[in-house]
């Protein structure tokens, strides 16, 4: 297995729809865009249900008598679409059947290998709650409750050896881009122990360890999802597309569970899209003339792409200037580009390579006729 394919980080099944909050999919347009070109097929889109803050929504919600957890969360992800149009390629959540199954086999192999152990660990619990505060005394972030208890048991842990990094350059999948410094430098600060068990309501349970009552950390299953969605392609090099702040907090959980079967997860950073000046946004479209359909392109198709070469963010100052610039490809877009075009497009594409976004002569090759129909509620608008 050597193809590549591009999955978004796992999104956070929060209280909002896609659009009231474009910025949340960036990740799954930029994906979506980058699939197309390679000529793959479509992909679901990944979501992370395993929350704190998704138990307490259900915890207060008064039809819980009524409405499962569980069915709490797929109607919420429904709820982010269009009635009637939900992503062409299906969506995933870090608790299906199929990656939780993965993440069990992942983590049984990791034991038998030693990478990770069921360790007794010295830990606080809440005196009100029962909920896992961590190893040193602080609020309950369950229940807000200042008193904890100590307890030792026995936990999913992972010791590094001194020196062994969570985070490396060839981790990112970005040719001839600048090294992620930053990310680097405090990937070269993280305790060398990680505790990989947490008390959620909601999560792939590790009972099946011996682990009652705890669930597998979040942050390792957003990258389990991705590999579960990889293999149902059979795609060797999935791609996660991300924040850098997102991995910033994800990383390093993930890192023990980067590679499975000869595939190999890396990242593929993308900046903040400033949605929510629609004041700017607008006025840009009414100055340039631009029609819709070429406004809806620009918003959802080149800009998610452009996030993917401006990793620090895209700011409402070079908003004018990308829009010139696009608007400059599309009028130079050939009728029907050549065999030898979009095979180099695709060689960029395929090693991460995006500074073609920024070359007129290969966008102009790469600009589809419509917009990937993504089936987001309504035009882009609100906050990123």
């Known amino acids: 297995m050597n193809n590549v394919l591009y999955l978004n980080g796992p999104v956070q099944n929060g209280p909002f729809t896609l659009a009231e909050r474009p910025g949340k999919a960036a990740g799954i347009r930029a994906a979506d865009a980058l699939n197309a070109l390679l000529g793959t097929g479509p992909v679901p889109h990944l979501w992370n249900t395993a929350t704190l803050a998704g138990d307490l929504r259900h915890r207060d919600a008064p039809d819980r008598g009524t409405v499962g957890r569980q069915e709490r969360e797929e ?3 429904a709820a ?10 299906g969506v995933l959540t870090d608790t299906a059947p199929v990656v939780a199954a993965l993440a069990l086999e992942m983590t049984e192999r990791l034991l038998q290998d030693r ?15 029962g909920h896992m505060t961590g190893t040193v005394a602080h609020a309950c972030r369950a229940c807000g409750h200042q008193g904890s208890r100590p307890h030792t048991r026995r936990l999913l842990v992972w010791d590094r050896s001194p020196g062994t ?9 970005a040719h001839h881009a600048k090294p992620p410094g930053h990310l680097l430098t405090i990937a070269q600060n993280v305790p060398e122990r990680l505790i990989l068990s947490r008390t959620r309501d909601h999560g792939i349970s590790l ?12 942050r390792v299953g957003v990258h389990i999802a991705v590999l579960a969605a990889a293999a149902r392609h059979g795609a060797g090099q999935p791609v996660m597309t991300v924040t850098e702040n997102a991995a910033v907090n994800v990383a390093a959980y993930g890192a023990p569970f980067r590679r499975h079967n000869g595939s190999r997860l890396r990242y593929a950073l993308h900046g903040r899209i400033p949605y929510d000046d629609t004041a700017t946004l607008e006025r840009l479209c009414e100055v340039h003339r631009v029609s819709p359909a070429l406004r ?6 080149f800009l998610p792409l452009c996030s993917l070469h401006i990793r620090a963010g895209i700011t409402a100052a070079q908003l004018p200037g990308l ?45 589809p006729e419509y917009p990937v129909i993504h089936g987001f509620a309504e035009e882009p608008g609100g906050e990123s």
């Open 165 to 173: 990094p969570v985070l490396a350059r060839d981790d990112f999948h």
């Open 75 to 77: 109607r919420a992800i």
């Open 207 to 218: 009972a099946p360890l011996g682990l009652d009552g705890l669930v597998l950390d979040p």
């Open 323 to 367: 829009l010139k610039f696009w608007r400059r490809a599309h009028l130079t877009r050939p009728d029907t580009p050549g065999s030898d075009a979009r095979a180099e497009l695709r060689r960029h594409v395929a090693a991460g390579d995006m500074r073609w976004v920024m070359d007129v002569r290969i966008l102009s090759r790469a600009i």
């Open 296 to 301: 809806e392109l620009f918003l959802t198709w």
């Open 80 to 89: 982010k679409y269009v009635p009637g149009a939900a992503p062409s390629g």
């Open 115 to 129: 990478v990770l152990t069921l360790t007794p660990v010295a830990v606080r619990l809440c005196t009100r709650c």
